[in-house]
């Protein structure tokens, strides 16, 4: 029943701004530890930007410039705002998440991802 689903991927050219969503549903007391990794063909998942456990914002060093992280706590969603995308931002980006359901239940749990396609 809990899960994480995002949303707003899509392909644009070089230099074009995406802002997928990560809407996490289901029975939630609380989620926490936020963030967005990505992975693209052949490579290993990275994790591209997460909130602290001060609840400030951190990103690789890649996007740190072009991309903002945010949430909006009462949809239980968080965003991930890309600006000038560059071809190398081509990956599936996953939504993660430590979450604790009404019942008790926690763990950590991912999307199921959203492609993200940048052409020059």
């Known amino acids: 029943q809990v899960q994480l689903v995002e949303s707003g991927g899509g392909s644009v050219q070089a230099g074009g701004s995406l802002r997928p969503s990560c809407a996490a549903s289901?029975?939630?007391?609380?989620?926490?530890?936020m963030g967005w990794y990505r992975q693209a063909p052949g490579k290993q998942r990275e994790l591209v930007a997460a909130f602290t456990s001060g609840g400030a914002t951190n990103f690789v060093d890649s996007v740190k410039d072009r991309f903002i992280l945010s949430r909006d706590l009462a949809k239980k969603t968080m965003y991930l705002e890309m600006n000038s995308l560059k071809p190398e931002d081509t990956a599936v980006y996953y939504c993660h998440a430590f979450i604790i359901s009404v019942s008790g239940r926690q763990g950590y749990y991912w999307g199921q991802g959203t492609q993200v396609t940048v052409s020059s």
């Open positions: 289901g029975s939630i007391f609380s989620t926490s530890d």
